[in-house]
């Protein structure tokens, strides 16, 4: 049952995960929890409100190798990177072919 | 505590970090011995010809192979070529420090098409070498799995934030990596820089929103060994990222804040053309008759000196504390493509100290190889008279520095001393020629002295007396 939920809701999770990270609506982890409790396990909007509210506030502290932060950022970039360096690459050599035959026709 | 900058057996304190290999002395030489977990990544470096590509584009230090040993304990031993001055990033300008990033960033692009990363990017690899940024480590580097660059936070908290910091807060700002030795964490970058860099898209994904991903991660305390990326970091994302990182940096430039310093020959005429040129003729004399090999300038402004100095010697380490002095010769010295002139950024009131593990992780400047001369022209007043700074305790620190040495002593109707004591007290009853004089008679003796035409500056050659 939850999986099918999940699928069902993934654009929900897309969204929040996206303004979460970029820390763009504050209390996105609220929003968030509160969107898995109601649409997910089909729980009402008041039972709903009470375990968002709990997964809300209860962060781990735990140790946290201080690189690995960083690597994750990394593959969360990696696409992104991945398109600047294509999309670079390509407007290189469309700018040395005009170049090039600029230079030729001179 | 005996200070000492190596172990018994010779190994530097500063390589305890990294378990491929450290440097060593033996017999004044300098070598880094490659240990046994690192051979093979060494060989395949090697033979890629990696280290060559590398070599010859002056990005790294060249090094010989000297011994290979077998047996119980199998390791390599190769010596790198020794330089001449030790620099460090908290005294380099921000010209110097930029120049060092992109570095470091071409040495990352060239690794990644030879199937290598490299693990670290701080900032104390990195030398200068007849005035070329050069990657010091050759144990740098490992063999890339298409994993994301392990070294991507160390190379934004070691040369990303501090430049960002010193482009749009203060130039002074590039002291904070004394107290940060392994790069200004993340958080504290991201809080110090104003608002508007938050405009920036790589200043924007490089130091704030990574800064608020390790934050994020440190509070929900996600235990590392549950976050092993199982994602591929492909090629092509490594060069982007290179190319971001490249494009960050890049993009930093300097507004033109005009430095008091930078503009004092030009505007405050202290200094006849006919006392300048004396001035000029004097130094140039006892340097071409002593060629020294190193040279230190000391408060060297816009490196006027530094610059006659370099004629004669191998290496000026031109130090000053203004960092806008530093920043305009350093970019002079490219222009005119002078390679033996160093410039440096530190105060001579409050010199960099030892630092790091034990304090010897990182020398003073006073255990980095001393010189054969010193210059000291018109630095006296900014120490006695600014500084308070007695005349014996300038002798000394002098003294202790060099055989031989240039001094200008300003005395107090210098129209530059009434300046700086007409805002103060004037409590420098001892500051005169004749206690100046007298001061530096108990470590040196009087060579030469010449009254500046003009002007009541007196230049001074003087020799140590042991």
Redesign the interface.
Known sequence: MISKGVQKERWHFSVLTFLKLWRIVPLTDYVLNYVVSIKILNLNIVFGSILGFFLFVSPVSAYIDPGTASMVWQLMLATLLGIAYAVRLRWTKIKDAFRKRFNKSE | MKHRVHDEDGKIISSYKDPSGYVFFKDGKLFRRVNECYIDIYRQARDSGLFQELIQKKLLIEHEEIEEYAGDDPHLVIRPRMLKFISYPYEWSFSQLKDAALVILEIQRISISYGFTLKDAHAFNIQFDDNLPVMIDTLSFDRWDQ????A??QF?ESFLIPLALMRYRNLYLNTLLKQFLNGIPLEIGSKLLPLRTRLSIPLL?HIH??A???V?????????SE?K?V?K??E??????C??LNRAVRTLELSKANSIWYTYYHKSCIYSPNAFDIKKQFVAEIIEKQRPSVIWDLGCNIGEFSFLAAKYSDLVVAIDSDPMCIEGLYQQCKIKKIANVLPLQMDLINPSPPLGWELQERLSLFERGGCDLVLALALIHHLCISANVPLEYVARLLGSLSKQLVIEFVPKEDPQVQVLLSSRKDVFKNYCREAFESAFAEHFGIIRAERLPESDRILYHMVRLV
Do not use: I, N
Not at chain 2, 236 to 241: P, T
């Open positions: 994993t994301p660059w392990e991507y936070r934004c994904m929103l990574h608020d991903r390790v994020a991660k440190q509070k929900t305390g996600v235990v590392s976050l990326p994602q970091f492909s092509q994302s490594m060069l982007g990222l190319m971001s």
